[in-house]
Structures are given as C-alpha cells and as structure tokens.
C-alpha cells in the first residue's frame, strides 16, 4: 500500500521503533480529547445527551458542536471556546514522537518534509471529480457523505484517495450497492474486506463483539449502513434542491472477477485507505444522460 | 400489552427495533415481514395493534404497502420507518396515506417507545 500515516512511514523508514509509535499512540489519544469529551470535562453536556446527539448526526450532516447547538444543549459561543480548547491542546504523531523522546525536534521537521514529498502523488486533500464528469457538485456531495458517515458512524481512522475514472471494479469479497434515480441515475457501490464488514457490522448493531453473528446478519449491516448514507444524500440532495430517489440496498454476488462498469455508465472510484490496511471503496456508476 | 408487527428487509434492523420495542414492557413483537407485500399478509393473520413499516424495500414498498393496508384497515396504527431524515416530501405522503407517524433511523430507544405509546 503507498498511502501510509506518517507514524507509519517512521517506522518503515527505521526512524522510530513500533514499541516508540505505541508510546506515542498512546499519548495522543489521553491528550487529544473529541469535541463530545471536552463538552463533559467543561460541564457543558452528560453523557446520555452525547449518545443523543451523536445518533441525530447520523440523521443530518452537522457537525457535532453545530448539532448539539441545534438541539439546544449548548450555545454558539460555547462551541467556539470548545474548539478553541481542543486547537490550543491538539497534539500531532510528530510532536507526541518528539514528546516520548523518540525524535529531536530538530529531525521532525525534515522527516515531515520527507514524508510529504513521499505521499504526494496519493493523497486527495480535498474531493476532486475529473473534469467532463457532470453534476460535479452532486458526486462530491456523495463522497463528503460518505466520508463523514464513516467517521460518525463506524468511527475509523482513514485517509481518502483520489478520484479515478475506471472501466472496471477490481473483485472484492462484499459489495453492496443502492441505485439513485431522479435528477440523476446511477448505482452507489460500497466495497469492504471481512474485517472492515465486522467493523461496521459492530457500529451497526452497537455490540462489542461480532464473532457469533451470521455472514447474513453481518452483510446485512453494511447494506444497512449503505442505506443510511444514501439517506443523507438524498436528504442533502433535496435540501440542494435535486430530487433523488434510491432503491433498497443489495448485496452484488457475482464480483469474484471485478465488475466491469456498465455501458453508457462513467465509473468513478473513490479509494479509501484505512490504518490497518484494510479495504473501504466507494464506486459510482453514473449513467449517460 | 399491544402486539407490534415489524416489517423491514434489514434483519439488523429489525433486531435493533425488535430489542426497543420489547425492553418497553408494554409492547410485543409478535411479528416480522421483509417487505410490503409480506405487511400485507401478515396484518390479516396476526391482526396487530401497531405496525412498523420501512419505507424501502424491495419487492413492495412501504408506501405501496401502507396505501393497501389503509384501505383494508383503515383504523390500524402505522408507524413508517425511514432513513431518510430530512427528505420531506416522503414524510408528507407518508402522513397523507394515513400514517400516524414516522420514525427516524437510526433508533433512539426512548423516542421510538414515547411514539408508540402515543398511538
């Protein structure tokens, strides 16, 4: 895999030991609290009025602080001293490397230019649709969901790839698509490996463990998961003033060979890249009008 | 205790939902569909007190499902359970066919109970 985290890049470059990322790990995740966490250490928020709003989230795209503001829990101003709070602490890999004393100062910034020059032919700063491809804004739209339902939901750690055009899916264990019809038409394809399935299957059905649930139950939460992203795209899509329809999610069983995007159809693939490695693909089918 | 019939294609939906609705002691699930035409069929067998109806399913949709189940029970509660949060012209149709409310995926325990005991 070429996209790495830079925590990562270290230790493949032999700049640091695993055990010195750990440690660093380790420390960035007891300083860096979520936006949720500093409300209760200020005592702005409990915590069952969190769960609350964490769940309206995956009703409507809103930031959490803008969420909770709607829903009355806090005001304006207290979120932008939250931010303020979380700006002021934020600790990054590279500053909690030199903190554990694995690297100088003086070395993190040449490391850091090392490791942008090495990612940047990779990584996607912000969602880019190539150029003749129409109803651009719709497509970004779709894949800025798509991202934040990840986070929100599923709450993993990923870094997005650039938008490719493509003829042809590569095979993938589980696929599970939605179709969109209205002011566009066009199929909404989600891949993911076994182990990402088990992720969302866990945020899904809120259990800590999925080790017991059936390939069925499994499955049938990432359509679930497909169903409430295609949820809020069209929610968005109405509030942008485009009307879209979407069809019950499926499951796609004949992809142990790829799936070669249809005729008349432009395929757009949105890659995802996990921190371990894992698989998270968006594709679009977008038929010719 | 009111008997509740849940019709969704989502079995980790329905589990979701199966799990509020008994945990609220008043209520039993006694029931489960995978479409609207299953909705159908089952109402007339089980006679439920309240119905949960997802509006996206396959073979028969929620809405298709509701039209019918309106004319042959009119009196019959049903809640439509949607993920499409904010797309309003589905909440109105929803409501215009005759169903008395709509709940919003994901599930939040205590407003989804609050609703059925309103009905």
């Avoid at chain 1, 909404?188 to 390939?215: F, G, M, Q």
């Avoid at chain 1, 395929?267 to 698989?279: K, T």
Wanted: include cysteine.
């Amino acid at each position: 895999m070429p996209v790495k985290f830079f925590g990562q890049f270290m230790v493949e470059k032999g700049a640091i030991t695993r055990m010195a990322l750990l440690q660093a790990i380790d420390l960035q995740e007891k300083t860096n609290l979520k936006f949720g966490e500093v409300v209760i250490e200020m005592g702005l928020i409990g915590k069952e009025d969190i769960a609350r709003i964490h769940l309206a989230q995956r009703s409507e795209d809103l930031h959490f602080g803008d969420m909770a503001v709607k829903m009355g829990f806090i005001t304006e101003d207290q979120v932008q001293q939250v931010l303020t709070r979380q700006r002021n602490s934020h600790l990054y890999i590279g500053e909690a490397l030199v903190k554990v004393g694995a690297i100088s100062e003086q070395s993190l910034e040449k490391y850091l230019a090392d490791f942008k020059q090495d990612q940047a032919g990779y990584i996607s700063e912000k969602i880019e649709i190539p150029a003749d491809v129409p109803h651009q804004p719709i497509w970004e739209m779709v894949a800025d969901l798509t991202y934040k339902m990840l986070t929100r939901v599923v709450g993993i750690t990923f870094r997005p790839g650039p938008c490719t055009i493509i003829d042809k899916m590569p095979a993938r264990p589980i696929i599970a698509e939605m179709g969109f019809s209205g002011s566009v038409s066009a199929r909404y394809l989600l891949s993911v490996s076994e182990n990402t399935r088990n992720l969302v299957a866990k945020a899904i059905l809120a259990e800590d463990s999925v080790e017991n649930e059936s390939v069925e139950i499994l499955d049938d939460s990432v359509k679930e998961f497909v169903n409430i992203v295609c949820g809020n795209i069209a929610a968005k899509a109405a509030q942008l003033g485009h009307s879209i329809d979407i069809t019950p999610p499926e499951m796609r069983d004949d992809s142990a060979h790829g799936i070669a995007v249809p005729e008349k159809h432009t395929g757009l693939m949105f890659p995802v890249y996990l921190s371990d490695g894992e698989i998270f693909e968006l594709t679009i089918f977008i038929a010719d009008r | 205790m009111k008997n509740v019939l849940i019709v969704d294609d989502s079995i980790a939906v329905s589990r979701q939902l199966e799990k509020i609705i008994d945990d609220g002691k008043e209520f039993k699930v006694i029931a489960q569909g995978r479409n609207g035409a299953e909705a159908i069929k089952l109402c007339q067998q089980h006679k439920p007190d309240i119905v949960c109806l997802d509006m996206n399913m396959p073979v028969m949709d929620g809405l298709t499902a509701l039209r019918t189940l309106m004319q042959l029970m009119p009196d019959l509660p049903v809640v439509m359970v949607t993920s499409l949060g904010g797309v309003g012209d589905k909440y109105t149709e929803a409501i215009r066919l005759g169903a008395r409310d709509v709940i919003s995926k994901p599930f939040e325990k205590e407003s989804v109970l609050d609703m059925l005991r309103r009905l």
